[in-house]
């Protein structure tokens, strides 16, 4: 990374993002004691999470030993090889965004293993304003805003 504020970081497994991970080994460790105690039927039972929002297949979740932070947790991977896939897709899709002239929020991506169990991914960035996301930013768009991302 050059510091380059406009830079859009990519998700490379050993990569960091200035400002968005100031430690990635003390987030591993949260990440993955947060998942060692998370019922996914029912995230908030423990308490120690609070939900955010769901996605087709992730759950944006905070924590407060994370403050500031947006966990997305995907889930649905059989085995090691297809999170290896899926963080080169992540770093991908990044890459190309960027190429694309779009701006993306610092994303980090913390694989999760699981004894006995299949792995999870968290996609972690800064919390942002609702009002800040694309959605929200194209419902709000006139036809002309609507027409520069089409």
Do not use: W
């Amino acid at each position: 990374m050059s510091g380059d504020p406009t830079e859009v970081p990519t998700a490379a497994p050993g990569s960091a993002v200035p400002g968005a991970v100031p430690d990635r080994g003390h987030l591993q460790a949260v990440l993955n004691d947060t998942e060692r105690r998370l019922d996914p039927a029912n995230p908030e039972a423990g308490g120690h999470v609070t939900v955010l929002a769901y996605g087709e297949i992730s759950a944006a979740l905070t924590t407060e030993e994370l403050p500031g932070l947006v966990c997305k947790r995907m889930a649905g991977f059989p085995d090691e090889a297809s999170v290896s896939t899926y963080l080169d897709l992540v770093d991908e899709y990044l890459m190309e965004l960027a190429a694309a002239g779009l701006s993306v929020a610092p994303t980090e991506v913390f694989p999760v293993h699981r004894p006995g169990r299949p792995p999870v991914v968290y996609l972690v960035q800064p919390r942002m304003d609702a009002q800040t996301l694309g959605h929200k930013k194209l419902r709000a768009a006139d036809d002309a805003g609507l027409a520069i991302v089409m």
